[in-house]
């Protein structure tokens, strides 16, 4: 943003001078009305000094016309007809500033979108439609009065909600640009999924050998506070300027002199299913989610502890950590930006009742087969099926559950990694047993990433895996427990009846079941697919529409691991960026209240989304209503109701607004 | 030597697709046939597909490259349009309907099976039932029904000669009528022309 | 509606079961009757018509015909209800249809008008096993119930069109699964086997059975042999064709397919009223379990004696 070294003072009692700029946007507008046409007509309303018209307006030379007028002191209020303001607004605004002029002192009608792009086949209608344009935006422009834009500071800080492979790489990146990162986790560990991956692909690195060194990385870089088994409770304030509330859930352990030795665990009688391992392990009461887990402290889950006293004897518990009566904590910090890094969950097969899961022991999910193929899963990397304990002999994958359906309720995307981790299983399973029967079912393989084709080509080759192309329409039991499989061969129109030992369901990935608590506490939108709504979907990926606030990571889009690490670097980057300037510029659209008017009703209070307005009292008119500025998002509300037209949104004010009624017409 | 080319040449390359039949489909508001993406689930659980040569998918397949021989073949005739493809479909393609306006598209140019042509213009339109009990032939399930005391007749159409012929009025009004006495006339020329071909 | 009667339906009879199979008739009147729901008769009603096939010739036919049948009810003030898996899922599915185009609704009435009638959709078509259950209730079906079964096997067959397509149908969306039938089946003390494919279609719809015998004929066989291998004493159903294909097609299957099969079937085929008016303590003359004739080439075609033995032996 250039800096503006002189100014063009316009006070009370200068007439407006208003120049009209009427763009042909190429054939986009010129080929439809005729533009010189418009040129006269503008030239004859009231106030108007100059008119022209140019091929471009938004190129450089186009640009220099208008600020060559300005700078001469033709105009002190610029009109540019051409397209939208979303479009080219902050090109003409700065190109004003740039020659003297208060950015605010222009307004644009729109004459493309509004008028020759939706009338192509009616030139006649669109020539009206785009005179009543150019005619409401110099109604308006006659009001208009120099505003200036609010300068916020932004804190160097920043919150990341999620501690998955994304918003680590987002902490980690920022802490060494030195700004302080918080980085609160629901769970008791950070790691995310990725923690229950065994390989991944396709180089078939091991997850937690990439993984723990960044989450060792993560606790113990100083400008990161983690915050683990804390949950995000209140937000408020704006870009720069966030409040932020976060619930620490008592460990019922003292984390500070808990050791990690373990030797608790032991001894505690209570056992429940272990939620990492997807109920095909258990776990006690007092426990780590898995051995890596960072911070490595133990927790009691007080669902299930049945209070015996056993861990908290001085003979189990050296350091004595065990804190029955722990409270929970609340604490309050204040950041400039806000990361949502929230993951995903994985979509639950058991309403596909086709497919049997839940009710056939030897249907699984592609995370639970996952956990089997672990090496430090509940069996110890040796796959066996449920029913029997024993290792299949044939596998079947189904691909796309969950997703990809179009019925009513059903997930309509691609969870995108679902074809590159069934193929990645399979390989696995093939490796150790080279005699097994493994298929995949599949509609269509989908290996779009950096060394995925070749990862898939070498299963077939290599590994002889056997890719079904069809989906699978219906399963059943045997007496044995196995999986016998109903689909068709659909390169061969032959419909066939498999019989194999374990059955995996490669399902998709969700957005998080309680994504909806985010969604309310930052006031950020989802797409419809439930995810988080970027604000643009090519040219911006890691913005929200609520300035200040970015995403990364699935909680965007389903994704896979390089894509989710790139997008948390890119919202680093995006948030440093804000961090670095230091101050932001906020648009001066927000509400003016005219105390003198004001009967002190409080029906804008109460209509306020934000809250940003309450009730004081002022000397010389009582209760009046006041506008805190910095929590005014300028939407209009609080001024469309109130009953004794008290409150304006400045640039656009009841005059104005009635200005432009009265020029349509 | 031509035995040889009779068994093996058959140079069977399609030259093109066609849209005439998915056409039909689409003016009919079954446009939803396009968003197949032959997955395969619907041949995969048909019950029919795994005894017969009917392939749910392929018909639907033919159907939108304009195979004409899906409207000639039996096939799509052997579903029982038991439903099971019209709930699994992913793309939500209601599968069933489909095969059932195919059905509708054969008849109109003249494709119906013997058996159903009779049953639809000699029993149908004649007593308005489709399973009838009157005439000499079913006078033993008349006796049936008063062995367990009924009425010989059921208070249907068999009862009402008035309501079979409000029957008869709708079928011509809609078209029904036309429909059969076209499909006859087209099973006739058909006919003709096998016989003149084979008698070449 | 008479004092004593909870419910009034106006039965829509079809084809099948009054002019095949009048034995099921029959039960539904009593049982009916005895459970204190009026049927009255809908006269002059046609062929519902039957979906697998007249819908596959020309489905404006269709529509129009089944607008006229539920029309006739409409007059009467009755929800249509019907014993058959096919009329229901004619008359259902035309209803719903009709409700969800206004245009559509439109046309039909024009070519009603032509015979002085009107289709209004205002009353929702009805299965007798929808009646039993979401109507009546279990609760209420098991006040009636005087005895039970000790030891009797059951392969509960549901057909087709009573549960899909499962959007325009009354259970909730459930179709890969539902229980109701065997929940109705178990009041009597009877058990409900699970076999293998218990949900497979039994092949008569569709215009199957009229295009192939012999195909329809197979995925009978399938059916019986997936229940004799899961050792059942009866079959129940609950719609005139599936029982019709299990009888009479039990026969065909014998002849048919008598060198595949091993031994020849003989598993008796029951309709659910009937069963369920043995359990009510109802004389079985009465629900059409007792041949009372000397006619040759009827229905049941695979004698029922089987079960009425069971009914002395464990109920009497």
Redesign the interface.
């Given at each position: 943003m250039t800096e503006i070294e002189k100014e063009i003072k316009i006070t009370g009692n200068e007439r407006p001078k208003i120049g009209v700029y009427i763009c042909h946007c190429g054939v986009n507008i010129g080929g439809v009305v005729s533009v010189p046409d418009l040129v006269e007509y503008a030239k004859k309303l009231p106030n108007v000094e100059v008119a022209q018209e140019y091929k471009f307006f938004c190129s450089d030379v186009g640009q220099k016309m208008i600020k060559e007028d300005i700078e001469a002191g033709k105009v002190n209020r610029v009109v540019v007809a051409a397209c939208s303001p979303r479009m080219h607004e902050p090109t003409f605004r700065i190109a004003c500033k740039e020659a003297g002029l208060n950015q605010f002192l222009f307004e644009m009608a729109n004459i493309r979108e509004h008028s020759t792009w939706v009338h192509m086949k009616e030139p006649d209608g669109a020539y009206e439609t785009a005179k009543d344009h150019i005619r409401m935006a110099v109604a308006k422009a006659r009001e208009l009065v120099p505003l200036e834009v609010q300068k916020v500071k932004v804190e160097p800080s920043c919150l990341i909600i999620g501690g998955g492979i994304a918003g680590m790489n987002s902490a980690l990146d920022l802490a060494t640009e030195g700004y302080k990162v918080y980085l609160v986790e629901k769970t008791a560990t950070i790691g995310g999924h990725m923690a229950q991956l065994d390989k991944t692909f396709p180089t078939m690195d091991c997850s937690s050998c990439i993984l723990t060194p960044k989450m060792s990385e993560v606790s113990r870089e100083k400008n990161i506070e983690l915050l683990t088994y804390s949950e995000v409770v209140e937000v408020t304030g704006y870009i720069g300027n966030f409040d932020v509330t976060i619930l620490k859930k008592p460990h019922y352990v003292d984390q500070e002199k808990c050791t990690g030795c373990g030797i608790c665990v032991d001894y505690c009688p209570v056992v429940v299913g272990n939620e990492f391992d997807l109920g095909l392990a258990t776990r006690k009461a007092i426990y780590i989610p898995f051995p890596q887990a960072v911070p490595g402290q133990y927790t009691i889950d007080m669902d299930h502890c049945i209070k015996c006293g056993i861990c908290a004897r001085q003979d189990v518990c050296e350091p004595e950590a065990i804190v029955y009566d722990d409270e929970p904590e609340e604490i309050k910090i204040k950041v400039g930006t806000i990361i949502v890094a929230t993951g995903w969950d994985l979509y639950d097969p058991t309403e596909l009742?086709?497919y049997g899961y839940g009710k056939y022991p030897n249907v699984i999910t592609g995370l639970q087969m996952e956990r089997l193929l672990s090496s430090f899963g509940p069996v110890i990397g040796k796959p066996v099926r449920p029913s029997d304990l024993k290792e299949p002999h044939s596998i079947a994958f189904l691909q796309?559950v969950g997703s990809?359906?179009?019925?009513?309720g059903?997930n309509q995307y691609c969870s995108r990694v679902c074809c590159m981790y069934a193929t990645k299983q399979a390989r696995q399973y093939k490796e150790k047993h080279p005699d097994a029967d493994v298929y995949i079912f599949y509609?269509?393989i989908r290996a779009f990433g950096k060394g995925y084709e070749e990862f898939y080509e070498s299963a077939g080759r290599n590994y002889g895996i056997n890719y079904m192309?069809?989906?699978?329409?219906?399963v059943?039991e045997d007496d044995d427990h196995n999986i016998i499989i109903?689909?068709?061969?659909?390169l061969l129109?032959q419909?066939i009846?498999l019989s194999v030992d374990l059955f995996v369901l490669s399902c998709g990935l969700e957005p998080r079941a309680d994504a909806d608590i985010i969604t309310s506490l930052l006031r950020i939108q989802r797409s419809a697919d439930g995810f988080f709504l970027e604000a643009h979907p090519k040219l911006r990926p890691v913005d929200t529409l609520t300035e200040g606030i970015f995403i990364a990571g699935v909680a965007q889009g389903p994704k896979d691991i390089p894509d989710a690490v790139a997008q948390a670097k890119g919202a680093a980057s995006s948030a440093a960026a804000l961090m670095a300037q230091g101050e932001v510029e906020i648009e001066p659209f927000f509400a003016v209240v005219h105390a003198e008017r004001c009967i002190g009703c409080g029906m804008c209070v109460e209509n306020c989304a934000y809250g940003a307005i309450e009730l004081v009292d002022d000397k010389r008119f009582g209760t009046v209503a006041k506008i805190n500025e910095a929590l005014c998002k300028g939407c209009g509300a609080c001024s469309g109701n109130c009953r004794c037209s008290a409150i304006d949104i400045k640039g656009f004010t009841g005059e104005q607004i009635y200005s432009i009624i009265t020029g349509r017409v | 030597m031509s035995d040889n080319v009779e068994k093996y040449i058959k140079r069977k390359v399609y030259k093109s697709t066609s849209s005439r039949i998915a056409q039909k489909f689409v003016d009919a508001g079954l446009e939803k046939l396009r968003a197949c993406i032959n997955c395969g689930t619907c041949t995969g659980g048909c019950p029919s597909g795994r005894r017969t040569a009917y392939r749910t998918r392929s018909a639907i397949r033919k159907a939108l490259t304009g195979d004409e021989s899906v409207l000639q073949d039996i096939d799509i005739w052997l579903c029982s349009t038991c439903y099971y493809c019209y709930e699994r479909c992913p793309r939500n393609i209601p599968v069933t309907d489909m095969i059932i306006k195919l059905r509708n598209i054969a008849v109109e140019e003249g494709y119906i099976l013997d058996s159903h042509f009779g049953l639809a213009n000699n029993i149908f339109y004649a007593t308005g039932h489709g399973v009838p009990a009157n005439g000499e032939g079913n006078k033993r399930w008349r006796d049936l029904r008063e062995s367990y005391g009924l009425p010989p007749l059921p208070p249907t159409v068999h009862s009402y000669p008035e309501a079979v012929k409000e029957c008869q009025d709708l079928m011509k009004e809609v078209g029904f009528r036309e429909l059969m006495d076209n499909a006859a006339r087209l099973k006739e020329e058909r006919a003709k022309k096998e016989d003149e071909n084979k008698e070449e | 509606m008479s004092e004593e009667y909870k419910w009034r339906y106006g039965f829509f009879l079809g084809c099948v079961i009054p002019n095949r199979y009048p034995m099921i008739e029959a039960s539904i009147r009593s049982v009916f009757d005895h459970l204190d729901a009026e049927l009255i008769d809908l006269p002059g009603a046609s062929c519902c018509p039957a979906p697998g096939v007249f819908r596959a010739f020309h489905i404006p036919t269709w529509l129009v015909i089944a607008a006229r049948n539920i029309s006739i009810a409409e007059e009467l003030g009755v929800n249509p209800i019907t014993g058959c898996n096919g009329c229901y899922g004619t008359l259902r599915d035309a209803w719903y249809e009709l409700e969800h185009e206004f245009e559509l609704k439109k046309e039909v009435n024009k070519y009603l008008a032509k015979i002085n009638r009107v289709y209004k959709g205002n009353l929702e078509p009805k299965h007798v096993v929808q009646a039993l259950y979401l109507d009546m209730g279990i609760d209420y079906l098991k006040d009636h119930i005087k005895l039970k079964f000790s030891d009797l096997k059951v392969a509960v067959h549901y057909g087709c069109h009573i549960v899909k397509p499962s959007d325009k149908r009354p259970w909730k969306g459930e179709y890969e699964q539902p229980q109701f039938l065997d929940e109705i089946v178990e009041i009597t003390g009877a058990k409900s086997i699970d076999y293998k494919d218990k949900y497979m279609c039994c092949g008569a719809g569709g215009a199957v059975r009229t295009a192939v015998k012999e195909v329809a004929a197979d995925f009978t066989r399938e059916k019986l042999v997936n229940m004799r291998d899961a050792g059942v004493d009866i079959i129940i159903d609950c719609c005139p064709f599936c029982h019709l294909q299990l009888d009479l097609g039990q026969m065909e299957v014998n002849n048919i397919y008598g060198d595949i099969i091993g031994e020849q079937f003989n598993i008796p085929v029951i309709y659910i009223t009937q069963l369920l008016g043995t359990a009510f303590g109802m004389d079985p003359n009465l629900l059409g379990l007792v041949k009372n004739h000397d006619l040759q080439g009827v229905s049941p075609f695979i004698s029922v004696d089987p079960f009425l033995n069971i009914v002395k032996e464990q109920l009497i």
């Open positions: 009742k086709q796309c990809r359906n179009f019925r009513e059903g509609m269509d192309r069809g989906r699978i329409a219906e059943t109903r689909a068709e061969d659909t129109q419909p009846e | - | -």
